[in-house]
């Protein structure tokens, strides 16, 4: 079976621009789960997707957007870019809503670089 | 607010040896915990996930254990190798808004040399 899937796995950008990033869960898997990972911050929750609907939200800035769609697939965009926003963005994806009992797969991750 | 704490930051071990991390966190109520280990510039590797309700959790060389009540987990690996260098991170699911989330820790940072 394959794994958590995110695409691309690097990108460079410049302040102001907007970028988006995709991931593929696990087949059969329909939540997904975005984190950022800084080394100042680590690992922090962004959002959480399941059938569709976003189910949950972190402490960030509306600049940061995500969706979701009926394979579940899941986009994140992030508008009007800083540095700050230069981070490891994780996916990771569960088999029903990420909620008690449910274990978590991480994909490789997508590399952001904001200069 | 859910704090989670890895102690010590960085662990540096010869092969062979016997090691235990260790984790913390401030609210104990969790629904779980999961450990994860990451290789440099890399995802995350889940290892061993403990339900609130369970004690431990084994998988070949680790052995995870929680204290909910004491808000304390120790990840557990026998005869260490230099394949198990990596970052370990520790994670608690608790609520959020308007549902769990997944709280990390900043992780430990194993180096076994041969």
């Known amino acids: 079976k394959a794994g958590v899937t995110q695409t691309p796995r690097y990108l460079i950008k410049t302040r102001g621009q907007q970028v988006t990033l995709s991931c593929s869960p696990i087949?059969?898997?329909?939540?997904v789960s975005w984190y950022q990972q800084t080394p100042g911050q680590g690992l922090q929750f962004l959002f959480e997707?399941?059938?569709?609907?976003?189910?949950n939200k972190g402490n960030f800035p509306g600049r940061f957007s995500g969706r979701q769609f009926s394979n579940s697939r899941s986009e994140m965009n992030v508008s009007t870019l800083e540095l700050g926003d230069s981070a490891l963005y994780l996916c990771?994806?569960?088999?029903?809503?990420?909620?008690?009992?449910?274990?978590?797969?991480f994909g490789p991750g997508t590399r952001l670089t904001v200069l | 607010k859910q704090e989670v704490t890895q102690i010590p930051a960085a662990l540096s071990v010869p092969e062979g040896e016997n090691l235990v991390l260790n984790c913390s966190f401030t609210d104990s109520a969790i629904y779980n915990l999961q450990w994860f280990r990451q290789d440099p510039g890399k995802g995350l590797t889940s290892l061993l996930l403990i339900q609130s309700s369970q004690r431990e959790q084994t998988s070949g060389r680790l052995n995870a254990s929680l204290d909910k009540s004491s808000g304390r987990s120790t990840l557990y690996i026998a005869a260490s190798q230099p394949g198990d260098s990596a970052t370990y991170l520790c994670a608690v699911r608790t609520s959020s808004q308007a549902g769990t989330a997944l709280i990390f820790g900043k992780g430990t940072t194993l180096s076994v040399s041969s």
């Open positions: 990771a994806s569960s088999p029903g809503l990420a909620g008690t009992y449910n274990e978590q797969f």
């Open positions: 997707y399941f059938s569709e609907t976003q189910r």
């Open positions: 087949s059969g898997h329909r939540s």
